[in-house]
Structures are given as structure tokens and as C-alpha cells.
């Protein structure tokens, strides 16, 4: 008898149908509910989430530093560097500019019955706000803080900035040795990488587990029937990340000579466990190596990934413009054309501030609210259905920098063809 192979994408889509399921049940059995979160699903979830950090560290650390030493050129380096930046900015201002657009045209704050809203507890994110802004003093603050007085301290915080700052520096060091010098370093951190990627595909088969857990936990704590008042917010926002998705990056894909249905078909299963979890952090091992073997050189990927999870946050900035506007609308302010223009280079500015920062969405908007005299207190209305709203975003944000490595690859002249196109004939088998 052949035995049946469930490939992972099912197996996660499986346990996050089981887990809506009984997070339903949990959420009509109160008395059941606080026990069976707090001593089983919680830390089955955290049990995930965990793992995946453990080995984010390590892979971005030794991959970027072998992928640093193979361009050897530090003029290389810098030009990858600068057109990284350059498209990144682009690409998130598109975004703002499209949520601007898309809350304008549907309105989803217009009509919503404030009093059959239910504030949430945003205390922690405010206090995260104060203390980011206390820190905060321009260009030169953001240019220190990039840089770490200790590299085992921003290993520990899980610092992804510093730690790319380090390892770019490393890398070129290591470098402009002699072959005979660096070939035993670059063995080793070969072979670092090499077994971390052997550990992703390991924990991966503790995935379904987590994605249970973590969606029975926030349908059991919110349900469904949070949503109702604010199903306009939540209809236009996966609106919203479909239409960037499709359209946005689907044109700058067929720009590239790309296809974005390929890059979502490549990506089916990291796209599934990123909106399971609502975390980025679980499926960047993976999207390194897939966007590798698509074609993409080591030297690339491994640059631009890591520095995307903090600059390229497609998903996060467009939901970013339209809980802006939401507010505004609850509240019946009407912005003028110098606020809106303003909060779009106000969240320019924050986002990237603030990159890596827990709970990033709402203290970027903390942050910016203030700046065109939206009440911040807003934001309390929004917070129980934002754990809904993040998993589709961090899909997005999945499928912006796995397109920007493809984008920036080929703008480097440095794509591999033949090698995606393989990749290509192995996905119709």
C-alpha cells in the first residue's frame, strides 16, 4: 500500500482550520478557556516562535558574512547597498500612498457606531512609544543606533540592524585577506550555515503544532464577533494587501521579467505559515534558501532579506496609512491634502526609525498620529482585531523582499536564468 505524503503546506493549513475550530469552541466555553491557553496553547505556540529565533541569528550572521566575502569589492558592496535602500523607499512609499488612496475613496470609517466598539489595552505599545521617542534625535541617533557597542548584546536582542552592520563589516575584512587566511573561516561559517538550515527544516515539522496553537489562542481570546463592527476596516485592508500584492508588485515583477504568481506559487508554504503566525521571523531561513535556488546569488540574498525585514515592510506600511485614515474618520476629522502629505513622509520616517521594534505596526502609528492631530486614544478600538489584520500584512511583507532580492539581482545583472528556469520546470512536476 503507497504510503500519502501530506507536504507542509497542507499540514499547516490543516492545523489552522482545526485550530479556528477550537479556538470557536474556546471562545463559547469561557470556563474552559483561561486554563487551556495559559498552561497548553501559549506555550505550544511560544515553544515555535522560539525555536524559529533561535536559529535566525546564526543564519543571518554566517550567511551574510559569506555572502559579503564573495563580492569581495567593497564598491560592489556599496552600490548594492545604495540601490537596496533606493528600492525599498519606493516600494513602502508606494504602499503609504496606495493606503492613503484606497481609505480615502472606501471610507471605512465613515458610519461606524463608536459605541459598539470595544477598547483595547494599548498601555504597552504606548509606553514602548515614549521610550523610542525619548531615545529619538534625528539622523545622527538613528546612524549610532545602527551601530552596536556590543556584538554578543545585539545577538542576545535579537538586534537585526547591528547585527547586519557587523557582519557587513566582517565580511569585508574577511575579505581583503589572503585566500589561504580567510578559506578555514569561510569553511566554517559555510558549514554554520549549512547545519542551521538542516535545524530550519527540522523545527518546520513542528510547525503545524505551532500554527494550531497560536490561531486557537486568538480566535478563543477575541472571536468573531469583533470583527463585525469593524468588517470595513478588515474587508479594505485584505483589499488593500491583495491589490498591492497583485498589482503594485505584480507590475514591478512583469517590469523585471518576473512573475508574481510564480514567486507566490514558490513561496506556498512560507506564505501559509507567515499569516498563520503572523510573525516574518519563522519563514526567513526558508525564503533565503528558496530565492536562492531560483536563482538569486548567496551575496544578494543574504543582504537583502535580513535588511528587508526592517526596511521593506510593505504589508505594515500600507495597513499603516489606512488605520491612520480609519481613525480619523471614527472621529470625523477630515484631513486636508498638507496633512495627508505630511503623514505620508511622517511615516516614511518612523518606519524605518524604529525597525525591529515589538509591536511595531502601533508604535509607528503611535508615533505619527499626533503629527496631523489624531487622537492616539483611536488606536484602543483597533487593537482587538489586529492580530487578524497582522497575519495578512506579514504575508505581504513575505512576498515584498522575496521579490526584492529577484528585483535587485537583476538590476545587478547577477540573476540566474537558467537556474529559475529549472526551478520553474521542477514546480510543474
Known amino acids: 500500500m503507497k504510503k500519502v505524503k501530506i507536504s507542509l503546506a497542507w499540514q499547516i493549513l490543516i492545523a489552522l482550520v482545526l485550530g479556528i475550530g477550537f479556538g470557536t469552541f474556546l471562545h463559547n466555553h469561557p470556563e474552559l478557556q483561561a486554563n487551556i491557553i495559559k498552561d497548553y496553547l501559549k506555550p505550544a505556540g511560544q515553544i515555535f516562535i522560539t525555536l524559529i529565533k533561535m536559529i535566525v541569528v546564526p543564519i543571518v550572521i554566517s550567511t551574510l558574512i559569506l555572502g559579503i566575502a564573495g563580492v569581495g569589492d567593497s564598491k560592489k558592496l556599496g552600490t548594492l547597498g545604495v540601490k537596496t535602500i533606493v528600492y525599498f523607499e519606493i516600494i513602502t512609499t508606494v504602499a503609504i500612498v496606495v493606503g492613503l488612496v484606497l481609505a480615502n475613496v472606501f471610507h471605512p470609517g465613515i458610519g461606524v457606531d463608536m459605541s459598539a466598539l470595544h477598547a483595547s489595552d494599548i498601555s504597552q505599545y504606548q509606553h514602548t512609544t515614549e521610550s523610542v521617542q525619548a531615545e529619538s534625535h534625528g539622523i545622527f541617533h538613528t546612524i549610532l543606533s545602527l551601530i552596536p557597542s556590543n556584538m554578543f ?34 569553511n566554517i561559517l559555510d558549514a554554520v550555515a549549512e547545519s542551521m538550515f538542516k535545524v530550519t527544516n527540522t523545527i518546520m515539522m513542528y510547525a503545524p503544532v505551532g500554527v494550531f496553537a497560536l490561531i486557537s489562542v486568538t480566535v478563543a481570546t477575541f472571536g468573531f464577533a469583533s470583527l463585525i463592527p469593524l468588517a470595513k476596516l478588515v474587508g479594505l485592508v485584505y483589499f488593500a494587501i491583495l491589490f498591492f500584492g497583485i498589482i503594485v508588485l505584480g507590475g514591478v515583477a512583469k517590469f523585471c521579467n518576473l512573475n508574481i504568481f510564480t514567486i507566490i506559487k ?118 482587538g482585531v489586529d492580530r487578524i489584520l497582522d497575519m495578512a500584512r506579514t504575508a505581504l511583507n513575505v512576498i515584498g523582499n522575496s521579490l526584492a532580492v529577484l528585483v535587485i539581482s537583476k538590476w545587478e545583472n547577477q540573476f540566474d536564468e537558467e537556474k529559475a528556469q529549472q526551478y520553474e520546470l521542477s514546480l510543474k512536476k
Open 266 to 383: 514558490i513561496l506556498k508554504d512560507e506564505l501559509i505559515l507567515a499569516f498563520s503566525t503572523a510573525s516574518s521571523e519563522t519563514v526567513l531561513p526558508r525564503i533565503m534558501q528558496k530565492m536562492e535556488a531560483y536563482g538569486a546569488p548567496k551575496a544578494i540574498s543574504s543582504f537583502v532579506i535580513p535588511t528587508g525585514y526592517s526596511f521593506n515592510l510593505d504589508g505594515s506600511t500600507l495597513y499603516q496609512s489606512i488605520a491612520a485614515i480609519f481613525i480619523a474618520q471614527l472621529y470625523g476629522i477630515d484631513l486636508t491634502i498638507t496633512q495627508q502629505v505630511t503623514l505620508v513622509f511622517t511615516l516614511m520616517v518612523t518606519s524605518k526609525g524604529i525597525a525591529g521594534v515589538p509591536g511595531v505596526s502601533f508604535v509607528v502609528l503611535l508615533a505619527t498620529l499626533g503629527s496631523v492631530g489624531i487622537p492616539l486614544e483611536g488606536l484602543a478600538f483597533i487593537a
Open 153 to 186: 548584546g545585539a545577538m542576545v536582542n535579537g538586534n537585526m540592524l547591528q547585527i547586519i552592520f557587523f557582519s557587513v563589516f566582517f565580511g569585508i575584512a574577511l575579505a581583503s585577506l589572503p585566500v589561504e587566511k580567510k578559506q578555514p573561516l569561510l
